[in-house]
């Protein structure tokens, strides 16, 4: 996808301050981060969002939660963290590339307040 930002982050032609790299994933810092925790982990491939993978993104989709864990660790989120995936206009997704938001180290409020 030539005009996808997160694409043109995982070809390397704009800069990320990277959090991870292999084969199949990139992780990198939010550039507005909304705690002092915020990167995302997202696949090298495109896919425009949640409501677009297919079975054979399975196992991808899994690798990426395996290692969402293992990543929050590292950047020191031992007491836990948030996950998000914005899916759609009516979720709020503003960049059309599968992306999940990991959020930590600062006090994370209830995610919907209610009454
Ligand atoms: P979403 O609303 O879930 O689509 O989230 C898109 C996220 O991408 C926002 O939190 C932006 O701050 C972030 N973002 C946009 N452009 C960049 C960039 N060049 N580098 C890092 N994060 C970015
Ligand atoms: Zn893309």
Not at 22 to 30: K, T
Not at 48 to 55: E, N, P, T, Y
Not at 96 to 111: D, E, K, R, S, Y
Request: aromatic fraction near 6%.
């Amino acid at each position: 996808m030539g005009d996808c930002i997160f694409c043109k982050i995982a070809r390397g032609e704009i800069p990320c301050r990277r959090v991870y790299e292999d084969d199949e994933v990139l992780a990198f810092h939010d550039i507005n981060p909304v705690a002092p925790v915020h990167f995302m982990l997202i696949p090298k491939l495109h896919l425009a969002s949640l409501a677009d993978v297919k079975d054979v993104h399975a196992a991808l989709l899994g690798r990426m939660l395996l290692l969402v864990s293992r990543l929050a660790k590292e950047q020191g989120l031992d007491n836990g963290f948030r996950t998000v995936i914005n899916t759609g206009k009516g979720g709020g997704q503003e960049v059309f590339h599968l992306h999940i938001h990991v959020i930590g180290g600062g006090n994370i409020p209830p995610m919907v307040r209610r009454g």
